[in-house]
T-cell receptor, first 120, second 116 residues
Framework: GAGVSQSPRYKVAKRGQDVALRCDPISGHVSLFWYQQALGQGPEFLTYFQNEAQLDKSGLPSDRFFAERPEGSVSTLKIQRTQQEDSAVYLC??????????????????FGSGTRLTVV | AQKITQTQPGMFVQEKEAVTLDCTYDTSDPSYGLFWYKQPSSGEMIFLIYQGSYDQQNATEGRYSLNFQKARKSANLVISASQLGDSAMYFCAMRGLIQGAQKLVFGQGTRLTINP
């Protein structure tokens, strides 16, 4: 597609419920990132995929958070037993395969519009 | 580890004036990239401008310019001739280039309000 698509746009979950957030990156983009953005804060890194391999999951806040990208395209972020502190906007970004030589062009990261999760 | 600090929670500027949004950073990477993003109320992150640590000249993109002072570890965004549509959250971010780190590290953001 033309951009990074995230669904649902909004999600309200009862505390303890499991949720699944979907990210459809730009076609052909190798790298995919998930970020968590609390209200009034900057995005915080959660996890990173290169194709189907999850190369960095250092930002996942607990073992209730799980992400996958089984075929190297669409990714799903799953949160089990949601808690109120999980309420945030979850942003997905994708990026094309970088060139071997860094140039002024940052082969930029394209972000989706996010999923706003509210846990009640 | 990398860290971005944006010390201005909010800025108020009259339309058509220039505005500078502050950003300082800290990193142990010898080579890195600095980014500025705009986030309007709709939520999407819009890329504005990029500066590589090895770039000799400050980056410019239309009304946006980046005042890069490497020795001071600052990368301030300058918006000239501000417009009402510039009202949004602005985030400074960085990425290390040598150690293979892919993730962007963001600051806390500055909310810019342009007054008519």
């Amino acid at each position: 597609g033309a951009g990074v698509s995230q669904s649902p746009r909004y999600k309200v979950a009862k505390r303890g419920q499991d949720v699944a957030l979907r990210c459809d990156p730009i076609s052909g983009h190798v790298s995919l990132f998930w970020y968590q953005q609390a209200l009034g804060q900057g995005p915080e890194f959660l996890t990173y995929f290169q194709n189907e391999a999850q190369l960095d999951k250092s930002g996942l806040p607990s073992d209730r958070f799980f992400a996958e990208r089984p075929e190297g395209s669409v990714s799903t972020l799953k949160i089990q037993r949601t808690q109120q502190e999980d309420s945030a906007v979850y942003l997905c970004a994708s990026r094309s395969n970088p060139p071997l030589t860094e140039t002024r062009t940052p082969y930029g990261y394209t972000f989706g519009s996010g999923t706003r999760l509210t846990v009640v | 580890a990398q860290k971005i600090t944006q010390t201005q929670p909010g800025m108020f500027v009259q339309e058509k004036e220039a505005v500078t949004l502050d950003c300082t950073y800290d990193t142990s990477d010898p080579s890195y990239g600095l980014f500025w993003y705009k986030q309007p109320s709709s939520g999407e992150m819009i890329f504005l401008i990029y500066q590589g640590s090895y770039d000799q000249q400050n980056a410019t993109e239309g009304r946006y310019s980046l005042n890069f002072q490497k020795a001071r570890k600052s990368a301030n965004l300058v918006i000239s001739a501000s417009q009402l549509g510039d009202s949004a959250m602005y985030f400074c971010a960085m990425r290390g280039l040598i150690q293979g780190a892919q993730k962007l590290v963001f600051g806390q953001g500055t909310r810019l309000t342009i007054n008519p």
